[in-house]
């Protein structure tokens, strides 16, 4: 809890305007007003009445006032997660429990929308019997909309022939989509072959969907759908990778001379290690294959692999 402001109020049987300054507490993120007339002993009860709170001095983000438009892509081409056109096929979730970002299922025009806000990170899984088979398929596609993102990521999971996590055949490839454009749905349309690590495609079971800047980007989610076929009039998106040595590596890692900050996750996506400059404290981490996720100086966002033996 935060300490409260204190404002006196001055009238009585008329209405008074009270104004609470927050402008020294910028940068937490409020979810209650809770309001105390005061702490003064009382003999009788108070009886007080408000209206009009309202919140100023900042700038609301922007929301997409239109759906996104239908995907035209023949439904035979297809297997839908998301849509208003296909028939889905079944999701065990849209937001894990280890996800980190809030998860509002809304309605634009009718239309029903994924809005994913305060994200740092978070994962769409299908599970078990909800695992899907892409073998036959060669796109992965969804329209996105943000009025703050810098980067996405997009990262897919197949769960590999024993259909379970964590069983020594799971398989993945995080591809990073440069500086999406903001206020406007962007038809994403990426080709299954550049997730080159994902060299099975039979138990596709999480997606993983990420957004710089951390923490506090909102992005709106609709048509997640494969395809067989390449959706035309795609907007061209820049997709980048970044190189770190050494690499396997049991100590210290360096990272491009641009980085601001980094962050190390697992393979599942839970974050383990962050930090400015160049790492030096990988001892810490147990054996294994890591993502690091670089924040550069300009505001953008790569991402490499660190084998850490």
């Not at 996800?99 to 740092?120: A, C, F, H, M, W």
């Not at 079971?205 to 923490?215: E, K, R, V």
Request: aromatic fraction near 10%; glycine fraction near 6%; include cysteine.
């Amino acid at each position: 809890a935060l300490p409260e402001i204190k404002v006196a109020n001055t009238k009585i049987n008329e209405w008074e305007e009270l104004s609470f300054n927050f402008t020294d507490q910028i940068g937490p993120t409020y979810d209650q007003i809770v309001i105390f007339m005061d702490f003064s002993a009382r003999s009788t009860e108070t009886v007080s009445y408000f209206d009009n709170i309202s919140l100023t001095g900042f700038t609301p983000l922007a929301e997409p006032m239109i759906a996104a438009p239908n995907p035209t892509v023949p439904a035979a081409d297809v297997i839908s997660l998301f849509s208003g056109v296909y028939n889905d096929v079944p999701i065990t979730t849209w937001r894990t429990d280890w996800s980190q970002g809030i998860l509002t299922d809304i309605e634009i025009d009718g239309n029903p929308t994924k809005k994913y806000s305060r994200v740092n990170f978070v994962g769409i899984e299908a599970t078990g019997d909800n695992s899907i088979d892409v073998n036959e398929m060669n796109y992965i596609n969804f329209h996105i909309w943000t009025p703050n993102s810098s980067a996405c990521r997009i990262k897919l999971v197949d769960f590999g022939a024993d259909n379970a996590f964590d069983g020594g055949d799971d398989v993945e490839h995080e591809l990073v989509i440069e500086n999406p454009l903001q206020e406007e749905w962007v038809n994403v349309n990426l080709a299954l072959s550049d997730f080159t690590g994902l060299t099975t495609r039979a138990n596709i079971s999480q997606i993983i969907l990420a957004s710089t800047p951390l923490g506090e980007s909102t992005f709106y989610v609709d048509n997640v759908f494969f395809s067989k076929s390449k959706v035309a009039n795609v907007k061209t998106i820049n997709l980048k990778t970044i190189t770190v040595f050494p690499n396997p590596t049991n100590g210290q890692v360096t990272l491009p001379a641009s980085t601001a900050s980094y962050i190390i996750t697992t393979m599942a996506g839970k974050e383990v290690l962050s930090g400015h400059g160049n790492i030096t404290n990988l001892r810490e981490l147990s054996t294994g294959i890591y993502t690091v996720h670089v924040i550069l100086q300009n505001g953008t966002m790569s991402f490499g692999k660190i084998s850490k033996i």
